[in-house]
């Protein structure tokens, strides 16, 4: 039998916790200005080439890349992205989850761990 991967935060046990869809009704709350199918509360910094929103879907993801600078072929313009979650994220079916703990369904978490370490525990809670 396959037993997933030990979890490489030490102390932190993901195999009872349960997923949590990162997108749900009314997510967008900044108005019908500037949706984007996928990722939620899509917004530009007024003035600079910085953009920012919710976890995006898979397909959120390139819908943003296509409304972003992207330069010319001879000038193309490097676009940089962020996640700024403390928290293991994975796609089901190109839908957002994060785990969640079951009696704090709302909670989430916050982990301070490298982003390799962050990268390991979301494959190992994809595994579990």
Known sequence: EDKPAESPVKGLDLSDYKLKVDHFDQVHV????NIIEG???FRQVSGFPIFGCAQPTEEGFKNVLEKV????EEKPVKTIWY???QEPVIYCNGEPFAPRHPGRMHDNLSIDEPVDEMNRLEVCFGEI
Do not use: E, K, Y
Not at 30 to 33: A, D, E, M, S, W
Not at 69 to 72: N, V
């Open 30 to 33: 900044l108005g019908q200005g």
């Open 39 to 41: 990722a939620p509360n």
């Open 69 to 72: 600078p992207r330069g010319t």
């Open 83 to 85: 996640n700024m979650r």
